[in-house]
């Protein structure tokens, strides 16, 4: 027969400690403020630099400097974008286009002779510009009741205005939203921000110079495609040819495989 054990004490509830003397875990972040992938300043980790002073060639001193952290904060909505090639717009047309997050349309003013970039979005019912006309005077008209808009953004007409009445059609609240804009290396880029202060930035400021697409001796292909991701996306995927002929099998010329 087996030798019968007495039951192991049980502690009364009272006796057993109600907290652990260590944590679990621990975090390895403390949370300061919620994450919004919309802010428009990055920082950027200031790195050091050496700079060296030769005194003879068999000593030197060295001397660290840092750059201000004012100087690391880089504004994604002080550069200029490109919009679209000049190749892929219809001058008796409006083009829509979403770049940065913002809305623009695309339009050729014939008056001035250029192309211009608006908020695509009407100032009486918010109706999308781009899904407009050119009217026979060359100005922009939207789709649903037939405003007209220079290429400074004046409304020029509101149809169901009373021809004596008030000239609500220069009220500053009937005004479309215009970003600079100009023309280089065949591309139409724009400044996102309608601020008038930044009217005249192409003075202070031009976009990024690409001189091979204005020399005729380079032979390129020019083209405008809708993605739904963002460019960060697109280089990732552009730098990683081992997808090439799994993803486009039988479409690329590539080593099929295996």
């Known amino acids: 027969m087996e030798a019968l054990r007495a039951p192991t004490p049980v502690s009364p509830p009272s006796l057993i400690p109600t907290q652990l003397s260590k944590p679990i875990f621990t975090l390895p972040f403390t949370p300061n403020k919620p994450y919004s ?3 428009t300043l990055t920082q950027f980790k200031t790195p050091k630099f050496k700079t060296l002073t ?3 060639p068999s000593v030197s001193t060295e001397q660290e400097t840092e750059t201000h952290d004012q100087d690391d904060k880089f504004d994604w909505f002080s550069q200029w974008y490109a919009v679209m090639p000049v190749c892929d ?4 047309a409006p083009h829509g286009k979403k770049v940065m997050g913002l809305d623009v349309v695309v339009w050729w003013d014939k008056n001035e002779n250029a192309w211009k970039v608006f908020d695509d979005m009407c100032p009486h019912r918010l109706a999308p510009l781009s899904e407009g006309r050119i009217d026979q005077w060359g100005r922009l008209q939207c789709v649903y009741h037939g405003w007209c808009f ?3 953004g004046d409304c020029k007409l509101i149809p169901q205005a009373p021809p004596d009445g008030p000239p609500v059609h ?3 609240k009937a005004c479309v939203a215009v970003y600079p804009s100009t023309v280089q290396n065949g591309i139409v880029w724009f400044w996102p921000n309608t601020d008038p202060e930044y009217k005249d930035i192409l003075t202070k400021k031009k976009p990024p110079s690409i001189p091979e ?14 993605i739904p991701y963002g460019y960060e996306i697109l280089a990732e995927n552009l730098m990683d040819p081992a997808h090439v002929p799994y993803a486009h099998y039988g479409i690329f010329r590539a080593p099929q495989p295996r």
């Open 37 to 39: 992938p919309l802010t």
């Open 89 to 92: 717009l219809d001058k008796r």
């Open 54 to 56: 030769a005194i003879s």
């Open 150 to 152: 220079s290429g400074s």
């Open 170 to 172: 220069t009220f500053k």
């Open 213 to 226: 697409l204005d020399d005729p001796s380079y032979t390129f292909q020019m083209f405008n495609r809708e």
